[in-house]
Structures are given as C-alpha cells and as structure tokens.
T-cell receptor
Framework: DAGVTQSPTHLIKTRGQQVTLRCSPKSGHDTVSWYQQALGQGPQFIFQYYEEEERQRGNFPDRFSGHQFPNYSSELNVNALLLGDSALYLC?????????????FGDGTRLSIL | TQLLEQSPQFLSIQEGENLTVYCNSSSVFSSLQWYRQEPGEGPVLLVTVVTGGEVKKLKRLTFQFGDARKDSSLHITAAQTGDTGLYLCAGAGANSKLTFGKGITLSVRP
C-alpha cells in the first residue's frame, strides 16, 4: 500500500520563474493539504483541497495556487518565485479531513531558489 | 492567531537518560498531535490526543494532554540513539488544518 508520494524530490529554480509540485495521496484518502517548511521551522499550512475545491487557505499570497484532480492527486503551483520561497514543501493526505483523522505526510519536495 | 510553543528548542542527552519536552498553546484545539521528523523525510505521526487529562503510551514514549486541552508533554524513558530527530507538536482545527510549533531537536548520544 503506497503512502503519500511527491515529485520531484528536489528542484532548483531562479527568481521570477514558476514551479509545479505534485502529490499522490495515500490510497483511500480524499483530502490533500500542502505545507511549507522553512529551514529550522515547523511546517506552515498553505491550503487544503477536498472534492476538487480549495476548502481552507493559510496566510499565503495568491502566487500560491493549487488544484485537485478527480483521482484525488494534487498540484501546488507557485508563480513569480522569490528567494524566500526556498523551503521543503510537504503534502499530507487524510480521509475526509476531520480534526481527528490522522494525516500522512510525504517526504516533500526541496525547492531551492537562486 | 493560534500559536504553539515548544520547549526546549534543542536537547542533547546521553543514551539511557530520561527526558520531557513540552508543547504549550495559546488556545484550544480539537486535537493535538505529535510527529517525529528525520532529515530528508516528512513528519511521521506518533500520537493524537483529544481528551483533557488524557495519557497515551507508545512503548518508551508517554504523551500527556493537559486538563484545559492547551498544553501537552512528551516523556521518553531510557532514550536510544534511534530517538534522535525533530519532534513537532501540531494542533488540529476544523477540517484537519494543522498548526505546528517550531519543533524540538533531540540528539541522543551513544
């Protein structure tokens, strides 16, 4: 039973470019959340997708957008990249997204901005 | 703004020692979760606590949730080198949005 898978594992971009990160949830999970983890910090909530719609959003600018597909997989898009966007981007999946549902995390995509 | 503060930020101990670390919240969450994260990997869920005063044990790890559901502690008995990692606590709000603390970096020396 595959867990949460993310691709790519590492990515290097330059300022101003755009990037797309991908996530496949754990089998049986229908809710996908994205988090940004800067070096030495805990993860910060970006947004959550359920039934192909953004259900909740954290304190991130509109440059961060996402999508969920009918098979529950998800993409995170970031436009006009800034140096401060360098971080580990984590995807987490759960079933129906209730507060007591365990969330399973992928190993993340390490994004470096030059 | 809901905040979670974890202490201490860094801890280095000898194998075999006991330790306790803390997670304190400025507000009440629906549940509180503890994760462990190793370098290059995503966080792995250790435990979820829901009820005030709840105590859960996972082998040598004991988790306690405060009566007011705003603070939690993690106690490790006879630490092993395999316990080394970043320990994160997270409060779960509506629809499972997680608010994380900054984490506690634990190093267990052989």
């Amino acid at each position: 039973d595959a867990g949460v898978t993310q691709s790519p594992t590492h990515l290097i971009k330059t300022r101003g470019q755009q990037v797309t990160l991908r996530c496949s949830p754990k089998s049986g999970h229908d809710t996908v959340s994205w988090y940004q983890q800067a070096l030495g910090q805990g993860p910060q909530f970006i947004f959550q997708y359920y039934e192909e719609e953004e259900r909740q959003r954290g304190n991130f600018p509109d440059r961060f957008s996402g999508h969920q597909f009918p098979n529950y997989s998800s993409e995170l898009n970031v436009n006009a990249l800034l140096l401060g966007d360098s971080a580990l981007y984590l995807c987490a999946s759960s079933y129906s997204g209730g507060p007591y549902q365990p969330q399973h995390f992928g190993d993340g995509t390490r994004l470096s901005i030059l | 703004t809901q905040l979670l503060e974890q202490s201490p930020q860094f801890l280095s101990i000898q194998e075999g020692e006991n330790l306790t670390v803390y997670c304190n919240s400025s507000s009440v969450f629906s549940s509180l979760q503890w994760y462990r994260q190793e370098p290059g990997e995503g966080p792995v869920l250790l435990v979820t606590v829901v009820t005030g005063g709840e105590v859960k044990k996972l082998k040598r790890l004991t988790f306690q949730f405060g009566d007011a559901r705003k603070d939690s502690s993690l106690h490790i008995t006879a630490a092993q080198t395999g316990d080394t990692g970043l320990y994160l606590c997270a409060g779960a709000g509506a629809n499972s949005k997680l608010t994380f603390g900054k984490g506690i970096t634990l190093s267990v020396r052989p």
